[in-house]
C-alpha cells in the first residue's frame, strides 16, 4: 500500500488536530538501536553520538515509524548535575549515587551548559546527525531526559526524596530543587532544539500515581511541568511529557499542562485518556512494551495497536506507539506488526 504523504507531514497534521492519511507510528527504541548496530558493550554506546544516530537511522530505514525518539536513557542530565551513573554492558545507564546529601545543599548546584557536558553533548550530536540524514522525511524528538521531578529524585535520591516529601518539614527546598531541575532541563530541551528537533520531550515518572498521590502530583510536579511547558511553548517548542502507570487519576492535569503530546502506558484508561485529550493534546502509545512488544507475538501486538486506534484515534490526536522504552530484545517481526497495524487499522479514510 503506497503513503500519501511523508512521515514529517503525516505527523505535524496529527499535532496541529488534523486527519493525515494514516496514525503515525512511534518506536522509543533507543534500546533496540544497540542491538540493530551490534554493540558488544551498551555503556560505550550510550557515550558515543555518532553510534547512536546511526543505530536510529538504521532502524529507520528498517522500520519506516514516522516518529523518533533520540536518547540514551534517564540518566544524562542527573550525571550532568553531579549524580554518580552506572554505564552498564547490557542496560541503559542508572542513576546510582545522587548529587547532594540535603536540600540544604540546593543552592551548591549549577545548572551546566549541556555544549559543555560529554553526555549531553554526544545526545545533542546524535539529535544534529539524525536530523542531518532524515529530519525532511521523520519527526524527530530530541528527547530532554528527564522532568524536574524525576531529575531532583535522582539529584537528591530517591528513597531520601520521597522522605523529604513525606514529613513535609521543608516544602519550600523541595521547590528550590524543583526550580533549579526546571531550568536544567530547559537549558537542554532548548539544545536539542537548537539542533534541528521538530521536538523535545521529558519523562517524568517518579511524579506519577504509582509512586506518589495525586495531591502530592499537583503540589510538587505539576505547577514546575506546567511553567516548563509554557517557557518553551513560548520560544515554539513543541513538547512531549511522558509518565509511566496508571495516568489517569492526573490525566486532566497532564493535558492542563499544554504538552503538544502527552504520552500514556497500557496501565491507563485509554476512554478516560481519549475524553480528556480529544481537541487539546495528541496522546502517544500505550502498547505495553514488555508484555506485548518484546515478549507476544505478532498477532498479539497487531489486536493490542488494533484496540489501541479504535479506542484513541476517532477525531485525531494520536500517534501509535509502545508504552515506554522498548527492551533490546523486542523482535523485528513485532515492530513490523505495530506499523502494519496502523496501515491497516488507522487510515482515516476508512473511518
Not at 554505564?87 to 536540600?103: G, R, T
Not at 545548572?111 to 545533542?124: H, M, S, T
Not at 531532583?152 to 528550590?176: N, T, W, Y
Not at 489501541?308 to 501509535?320: K, Q
Amino acid at each position: 500500500m503506497s503513503e500519501s504523504m511523508t512521515s514529517l507531514e503525516r505527523t505535524l497534521l496529527t499535532l496541529d488536530g488534523k486527519l493525515p492519511d494514516r496514525v503515525p507510528v512511534d518506536l522509543h527504541n533507543f534500546q533496540m538501536t544497540a542491538r540493530l548496530m551490534g554493540a558488544t558493550s551498551f555503556a560505550d554506546f550510550y557515550r558515543d553520538g555518532d553510534a547512536m544516530a546511526e543505530g536510529q537511522i538504521k532502524a529507520w530505514e528498517r522500520f519506516g515509524h514516522d516518529v523518533l525518539i533520540v536518547e540514551n536513557g534517564t540518566a544524562a542530565l542527573a550525571e550532568a548535575c553531579g549524580v554518580h551513573v552506572i554505564y552498564q554492558d547490557d542496560a541503559a545507564p542508572v542513576a546510582k549515587e545522587p548529587a547532594i546529601k540535603s536540600l540544604d545543599d540546593v543552592d551548591s548546584l549549577e545548572v551546566p551548559d549541556p555544549y559543555k557536558v560529554p553526555v549531553l553533548a554526544e545526545n545533542l550530536k546524535a539529535t544534529r546527525r539524525v536530523v542531518e540524514a532524515i529530519g525532511d522525511r521523520a519527526f524527530i524528538i530530541g528527547r530532554g531526559d528527564q522532568g524536574p521531578f524525576s531529575l531532583a529524585s535522582e539529584i537528591r535520591g530517591m528513597s531520601d526524596f520521597m522522605v523529604d516529601l513525606a514529613l513535609g518539614e521543608q516544602p519550600e527546598k523541595i521547590h528550590r530543587l524543583l526550580d533549579f531541575c526546571r531550568e536544567v532541563a530547559y537549558r537542554y530541551m532548548l539544545a536539542q532544539i537548537e539542533q534541528g528537533a521538530h521536538c523535545t520531550s521529558i519523562g517524568d515518572s517518579p511524579s506519577g500515581p504509582d509512586v506518589i498521590s495525586p495531591r502530592f502530583y499537583r503540589e510538587y510536579a505539576y505547577p514546575h511541568v506546567k511553567r516548563l511547558v509554557d517557557d518553551l511553548k513560548a520560544q515554539g517548542v513543541r513538547v512531549a511529557y511522558h509518565i509511566c502507570g496508571n495516568s489517569t487519576p492526573i490525566i486532566e492535569e497532564m493535558v492542563s499542562t499544554g504538552a503538544t503530546i502527552v504520552e500514556i502506558d497500557q496501565k491507563a484508561d485509554l476512554r478516560l485518556s481519549k475524553a480528556a485529550a480529544q481537541g487539546k493534546t495528541t496522546l502517544l502509545g500505550p502498547v505495553d512494551p514488555s508484555g506485548v512488544l518484546a515478549n507476544g507475538t505478532p498477532d498479539d501486538v497487531m489486536a493490542k495497536a488494533r484496540e489501541a486506534i479504535e479506542i484513541l484515534a476517532p477525531g485525531g490526536g494520536f500517534i501509535l506507539g509502545p508504552g515506554c522504552a522498548l527492551p533490546d530484545t523486542t523482535p523485528d517481526e513485532n515492530i513490523d506488526a505495530l506499523i502494519d497495524a496502523a496501515k491497516r487499522y488507522g487510515r482515516y479514510d476508512r473511518r
